[in-house]
């Protein structure tokens, strides 16, 4: 079973940037289509960006141009790299092995003055 530990949230000023890093226990993981998942507070976990084994790309609407998701297959990590932040993008992120039920733990990011 794949096990997967996120990173690199904490607080920043909107139109700041953070990167967030997911590591997964298992070189499995070069076959895995991931996710990066955002939880606002009160509202339902939402799809940011996605990318398959091969390196194909998706992002929400509303974070293209500002967000850019990379994976690294000999590190068994993925990544996220947020930059312009906005206050409403603050929220718990997750990573996801797509179509499946296995979750990070979560990442809090919290975009405020």
């Known amino acids: 079973q794949v096990q997967l530990v996120e990173s690199g949230g904490g607080l920043v000023q909107p139109g700041g940037s953070l990167r967030l890093s997911c590591t997964a226990s298992?070189?499995?993981?070069?076959?895995?289509?991931m996710g990066w998942y955002r939880q606002a507070p009160g509202k339902q976990r939402e799809l940011v960006a996605r990318?398959?084994?091969?390196?194909?790309?998706n992002y929400a609407d509303s974070v293209k141009g500002r967000f850019t998701i990379s994976r690294d297959n000999a590190k068994n990590s993925v990544y996220l790299q947020m930059n312009s932040l906005e206050p409403k993008e603050t929220g718990v992120y997750y990573c996801?092995?797509?179509?499946?039920?296995?979750w990070g733990q979560g990442t809090q990011v919290t975009i405020s003055s």
């Open positions: 298992r070189s499995i993981f070069s076959s895995l289509d």
């Open positions: 990318i398959s084994p091969g390196g194909s790309t």
């Open positions: 996801h092995v797509r179509s499946t039920t296995i």
